[in-house]
């Protein structure tokens, strides 16, 4: 997946083929049912198929197409099993800090948070720009949180959810300012991290991920409504 950090200089073919089929997927332009066929599309974009079929492999990687008999198909969400596993997402994310309210002996990586918070406070001063990519810079944080608690299987297991939920978590991140709310919201989870104000973090850490999912399940709704309406 392309992330928010690319530079200004020209993109290879396959990832300006793949950031506009992610756009139109992502808008609910594709219908449900339609098909994405490598011969269609490198007529569409006045190339070749090879750049048209790396691309659909990133987006098939997405979780965003799935291959069909002949070509792929736009993957409609599931909201009951978004729900799922946002709410393991939060579980095991909170535990890594209630591990340590629960046990004082439990102390999170002072030096793994100090790093972390330059990196977003960077961002801070000079925000990514704001496309979906963004969302693993979201997942790197959320995981170096969990894995400074100590318990690395903890951030094993999250990373497997995002995997799951990355096509769908890319919405998050289609609204105007988010990127920059989430930037300020991780710093402000770092901050009472590091002040040892745990219960202050957990407070801020759950409602940062109940803003996400509220966010994305508006996006996915109008996504999936305008994908089986399109023409």
């Not at 530079?7 to 793949?18: K, N």
């Not at 492999?57 to 799922?84: H, N, Q, T």
């Amino acid at each position: 997946m392309s992330t928010a950090t690319d530079t200004a200089e020209p993109q290879p073919l396959r990832t300006q083929v793949y950031r506009q089929l992610r756009t139109d997927l992502m808008n609910g332009s594709v219908r449900v049912g339609e098909r994405l066929t490598e011969p269609k599309l490198a007529a569409r974009f006045g190339i070749s198929r090879t750049p048209v079929r790396e691309a659909l492999a990133m987006l098939a990687a997405d979780g965003l197409i799935r291959r069909e008999e002949f070509g792929f198909s736009p993957v409609p969400p599931s909201i009951p099993r978004i729900c799922d596993l946002y709410e393991l997402r939060i579980t095991l994310e909170l535990h890594g800090i209630n591990r340590a309210i629960d046990d004082p002996a439990i102390v999170h990586d002072r030096i793994a948070l100090d790093a972390e918070r330059r990196r977003w406070q960077e961002f801070a001063l000079d925000p990514p720009e704001q496309e979906p990519g963004f969302v693993v810079l979201d997942e790197q944080f959320h995981v170096a949180l969990l894995s400074s608690s100590g318990n690395l299987e903890l951030a094993s297991s999250l990373e497997s959810v995002n995997s799951r939920i990355r096509h769908v978590r890319m919405y998050d991140f289609m609204v105007n300012s988010r990127i920059e709310t989430s930037i300020a919201e991780h710093l402000g989870i770092l901050d009472a991290v590091l002040d040892r104000d745990l219960p202050l973090a957990r407070t801020l850490l759950h409602r940062h991920i109940g803003e996400s999912l509220t966010v994305v399940l508006d996006r996915v709704t109008r996504a999936v409504t305008a994908m089986s309406f399109a023409e």
